[in-house]
């Protein structure tokens, strides 16, 4: 009776072994499959919610950032989360369904799309991703985009300290020049390809205007350069009307007033008034 006991005792032990063992490799392999593939137990409403959030985020950012323009520079990471959940739309499936077939596409108003292409078109009529490195896996700053910012601040600093120091904008224009012309020759380089400013980063571009109006406008650092501008205009001007002089002149001070009146009669008259006094004759 002991021996079919301890039988009977074994087999059960090595059944719940087998099953523990069955237990423990279907878990590692929902495990592995759940690693393998993070949208395996998310639905397609959850992708749309966290959608339309990054979609909301991106459009605040751009907006708060939109003057001056630092929207590039300020809203990378809600672009980057944006466009990533646009991805996981269109290849994530829920019960065999893909999800973009749900929510792209379907109607004609297509908001979904809709709204993605108008937040890619802010993006890129902003030329943002001339802004950043995107050779590595997080996209970085480029090495130009940086050096000008430090440039940029290195110009805007002097000016707003020589504003609070100098008395007139002439110091502030003397004592700021070369850090200025820096900044300018060296977005002018920046510049210099066939495409021109329209491959530049709009933060850059946005930046350097607003440099060059308050050089130029508020501190009237260009009145140097305007001074050959005003002698030109003038001597362009004074050549321009020398002819009109000159017919003036000769018509009231030469002798054209003392020409003969020619051709006082037509030939027409004249023929008439002989062919009339060889009749008389």
Same mark, same amino acid.
């Given at each position: 009776?002991?021996?079919?006991?301890?039988?009977?005792?074994?087999?059960?032990?090595?059944?719940?072994?087998?099953? $523990?063992?069955?237990?423990?490799?279907?878990?590692?392999?929902?495990?592995?499959?759940? &690693?393998?593939?993070?949208?395996?137990?998310?639905?397609?409403?959850?992708?749309?919610?966290?959608? $339309?959030?990054?979609?909301?985020?991106?459009?605040?950012?751009?907006? &708060?950032?939109?003057?001056?323009?630092?929207?590039?520079?300020?809203?990378?990471?809600?672009?980057?989360?944006?466009?990533?959940?646009?991805?996981?739309?269109?290849?994530?499936?829920?019960?065999?369904?893909?999800?973009?077939?749900?929510?792209?596409?379907?109607?004609?108003?297509?908001?979904?799309?809709?709204?993605?292409?108008?937040?890619?078109?802010?993006?890129?009529?902003?030329?943002?991703?001339?802004?950043?490195?995107?050779?590595?896996?997080?996209?970085?700053?480029?090495?130009?985009?940086?050096?000008?910012?430090?440039?940029?601040?290195?110009? +805007?600093?002097?000016?707003?300290?020589?504003?609070?120091?100098?008395?007139?904008?002439?110091?502030?224009?003397?004592?700021?020049?070369?850090?200025?012309?820096?900044?300018?020759?060296?977005?002018? +380089?920046?510049? $210099?390809?066939?495409? %021109?400013?329209?491959?530049?980063?709009?933060?850059?571009?946005?930046? &350097?205007?607003?440099?060059?109006?308050?050089?130029?406008?508020?501190?009237?650092?260009?009145?140097?350069?305007? +001074?050959?501008?005003?002698?030109?205009?003038?001597?362009?001007?004074?050549?321009? $009307?020398?002819?009109?002089?000159?017919?003036?002149?000769?018509?009231?001070? %030469?002798?054209?007033?003392?020409?003969?009146?020619?051709?006082?009669?037509?030939?027409?008259?004249?023929?008439?008034?002989?062919?009339?006094?060889?009749?008389?004759?």
């Amino acid at each position: 009776m002991a021996a079919y006991y301890s039988v009977l005792f074994f087999i059960l032990l090595y059944s719940m072994i087998l099953k $523990a063992d069955i237990y423990n490799k279907e878990a590692t392999n929902t495990v592995s499959l759940m &690693m393998s593939d993070p949208l395996n137990n998310v639905t397609c409403d959850s992708i749309l919610n966290e959608f $339309a959030e990054y979609a909301a985020d991106f459009t605040k950012c751009s907006i &708060m950032y939109a003057r001056p323009v630092r929207l590039c520079e300020k809203c990378i990471d809600q672009y980057i989360n944006f466009t990533k959940k646009y991805k996981d739309m269109l290849t994530a499936v829920e019960n065999g369904k893909p999800c973009k077939s749900v929510y792209i596409s379907q109607d004609r108003l297509d908001a979904v799309l809709e709204y993605h292409d108008n937040i890619l078109s802010i993006w890129n009529k902003g030329n943002c991703h001339a802004c950043y490195d995107w050779s590595q896996a997080v996209p970085v700053l480029s090495n130009e985009t940086k050096y000008f910012i430090t440039i940029f601040q290195e110009t +805007t600093s002097c000016i707003e300290e020589n504003n609070k120091t100098c008395t007139n904008s002439s110091q502030v224009c003397a004592n700021c020049m070369q850090d200025y012309l820096k900044l300018d020759n060296y977005y002018k +380089t920046l510049s $210099a390809d066939a495409i %021109g400013v329209d491959s530049i980063c709009m933060d850059i571009v946005d930046s &350097m205007n607003t440099t060059r109006s308050t050089w130029s406008k508020t501190l009237n650092c260009c009145k140097i350069r305007r +001074t050959p501008e005003i002698i030109f205009l003038c001597c362009a001007g004074i050549i321009s $009307a020398l002819p009109l002089f000159y017919y003036v002149v000769l018509r009231y001070c %030469g002798p054209i007033r003392d020409f003969p009146n020619v051709l006082k009669q037509s030939r027409f008259k004249q023929t008439i008034l002989r062919s009339l006094n060889g009749r008389i004759n």
